[in-house]
């Protein structure tokens, strides 16, 4: 398995919603013991293709109409009869709303649910703070046996929906549903649970997630490469289980750490690598992500210097973690 790095970083034609929703059904044509389950808002995600999955796959497609509760009950209820279930709404939603079903009939019964949340963090954009979700990976990193993955781009997106066509747990998705900058070409393979290196370097590390922040660090890694400083990024898709091994081989070798997500600081992808400098190792630390706010209504770029998430910020922080070591 290995992956295969863009040298352009253009924004890709393909939507990652138009990436994912193509490789489900795929593999929904191909097993149908796959099922689909929407509420409400299938055509937002799935969008030329929903009419398609609903009309050729009657009996692996359920819209639950707009009871996300309910959806993941049904979704553990398939489960237990042998389905394997892909459930979607607003990441909004999917994390809180859903919770207590997707604790108790999911995690806890040993489900086999994945669970796309669409929109995650800024990229709500006009949806504004009440569907803007900063929370959804704190919540689900609390949740025994969740994984959690956070893909940057449709390459890897359609890698791993395919992948999730033919493993069994309880999945937690994060997808921006639009065009986003192109980090791999096509023929990649992903190794749920190991980070990517994307670019290597000695002073710092930036460590990114998602469709948004992924772009970001490797453009601040330029910046910074501007100024003399030498900055690796990792690509860690998955939040958890997390790439320890990657962590701190990081720490030992460039000795400064910056994490750069699309959500809140508390308990989100910069505590997960804090937890393991912690307690296996040790490294300067500082998080770009949002500082325990709530969000509010405006394009991608607003949201990005509104909440400090662009590459000057974490090009700032990278100068701040390394002069302390």
């Not at 489960?79 to 909004?92: P, Y």
């Not at 990517?196 to 490469?225: F, H, P, Y």
């Amino acid at each position: 398995m290995s992956v295969i790095l863009s040298k352009t970083h253009e924004t890709e034609k393909v939507t990652i919603a138009s990436a994912y929703a193509s490789a489900l059904l795929a593999a929904m044509r191909e097993n149908p013991m796959i099922v689909d389950l929407e509420a409400d808002l299938g055509r937002s995600l799935l969008g030329g293709l929903y009419v398609e999955m609903r009309d050729s796959l009657p009996k692996q497609f359920v819209d639950c109409g707009i009871q996300e509760a309910n959806m993941m009950s049904v979704a553990a209820g398939l489960s237990a009869m042998g389905r394997t279930a892909f459930i979607h709404t607003f990441a909004s939603f999917a994390a809180r709303r859903i919770a207590d079903q997707v604790f108790i009939s999911g995690c806890y019964s040993g489900a086999n649910v994945r669970i796309i949340g669409s929109d995650p963090g800024i990229t709500a954009q006009f949806n504004g703070g009440t569907h803007m979700p900063f929370e959804d990976i704190s919540v689900y990193r609390a949740f025994p046996g969740m994984t959690i993955l956070d893909p940057c781009d449709s390459v890897m997106t359609a890698n791993l929906t395919s992948q999730l066509t033919k493993t069994k747990g309880m999945y937690y998705i994060r997808m921006f549903r639009k065009n986003a900058v192109k980090i791999y070409e096509e023929g990649s393979d992903f190794v749920i649970g190991k980070a990517n290196v994307l670019r290597a370097g000695n002073d710092v590390t930036l460590i990114a997630s998602g469709a948004v922040m992924v772009a970001e660090a490797l453009k601040a890694a330029e910046l910074l490469q501007a100024s003399g400083v030498s900055a690796r990024v990792l690509d860690m898709f998955t939040i958890k289980p997390l790439d320890a091994e990657a962590v701190l081989c990081a720490a030992r070798e460039t000795g400064a750490i910056v994490t750069a997500e699309n959500h809140n600081v508390i308990n989100g992808l910069g505590s997960a690598v804090a937890d393991v400098l912690a307690t296996k190792g040790y490294a300067p630390l500082e998080k770009i992500g949002v500082q325990d706010q709530f969000g509010e209504v405006g394009p991608l770029d607003y949201l990005k210097e509104r909440f400090a998430l662009r590459a000057e910020d974490i090009a700032q922080a990278a100068l701040r973690a390394i002069a302390r070591k």
